[in-house]
């Protein structure tokens, strides 16, 4: 495995970080694709055997229940000292009022359920996982330094929102002297590459880790553009990402085929070196729902594109509505 900073931080972590949202009860939250806990188990082990130290979820996956199954499975497999764990908040955990968002009441709330669930007295990054546009951005920041004073989180992060919300809240947590961001998670990949207008700037800018969500597409940059999976068939924000650019997005899965057979390699492993090459990306998060799928994500570190391969894979790329910030 190859290790590099997060960001500017002195923070070591694996070149890939294991997406988490695959693990969950599969009647619990939005996810009916998720993996239940038996099944998980081989994939989260694989990961540490592999050497991957970095591991994502969040709150709101399958209703906790992937907070749940990956604290207990890590308390197993490795030292807590060695291991970075992130999650996130925002969304919503329960219905009613100060059931989502980034108030102070909703973040102190959500850090504690999360540590139980995780079954950790302190998470690593803390991530806000969309902007929240109802509660001032002041409240937010000193609720989250807050969190990290109180040794529940050692570092804070980002995800999806406008580069200028972003900017903006860089601004007023260094005015306030307050605990800064020091990563990024936004959704690159070579079928939606909006960030590349103003949030990969800012974030090489500002020193911040960039570690891109869904960098296979949600598995569509990885197969024939007709074929279908389980979750293909049931991963309903997947539908609502992709939509409207249909013709181009299909060319781009063929580009990813053909320097892929070119290579004798699998495209899972084409499709994530080019998102591995972006020199502000720490590591992506990677989605496994198979074992084999860890050791592409693996085999992807060995490979360089060249200047040729870059351009027949991103030539085909057409702008496309901005999504994933709501
Ligand atoms: N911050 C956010 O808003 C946000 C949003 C989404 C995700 N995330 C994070 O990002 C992580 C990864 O998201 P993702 O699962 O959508 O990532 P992804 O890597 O784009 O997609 C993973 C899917 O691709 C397919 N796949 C992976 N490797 C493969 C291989 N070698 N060969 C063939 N197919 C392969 C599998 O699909 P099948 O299972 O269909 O076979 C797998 O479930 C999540 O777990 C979560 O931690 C964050």
Known sequence: M??????RTGL?????????MTFGVPNRGTHEWSLDEEASRPI?????????NFFDTANVYSDGTSEEIVGRALKDLAPREELVIATKVHGRMHAGPNGAGLSRKAIM????ASLKRLGTDYVDLYQIHRFDDHTPIEETLEALHDVVKAGKARYIGA?????WQFATMLHVAQANGWTQFVSMQNFVNLMYREEEREMLPLCAEKGIGVIPWSPLARG??????????KRSQTDHFGKYLFGGTEEADRRVVE???????????????I???????KPEVSAPIIGASKEAHLDDAIAALDIELSQDEISMLEEPYIPHAVVGFS
Do not use: H, P
């Open 220 to 229: 569509r940059l990885t197969r024939d553009w007709q074929d279908e999976t």
């Open 159 to 163: 995800s999806s929102m406008y580069a």
């Open 12 to 20: 070591d972590i694996s070149r890939l970080c294991l997406g988490c």
């Open 44 to 52: 989260l082990r694989k990961a540490i055997e592999a050497g991957i």
């Open 2 to 7: 190859d290790y590099t900073k997060l960001g």
């Open 271 to 277: 499709a994530l070196a080019w998102v591995l090459a």
């Open 109 to 112: 709330q959500e850090i504690d």
């Open 255 to 269: 580009a990813v085929a053909n320097v892929a057979n070119e290579r004798g390699v699998s495209r899972a492993q």
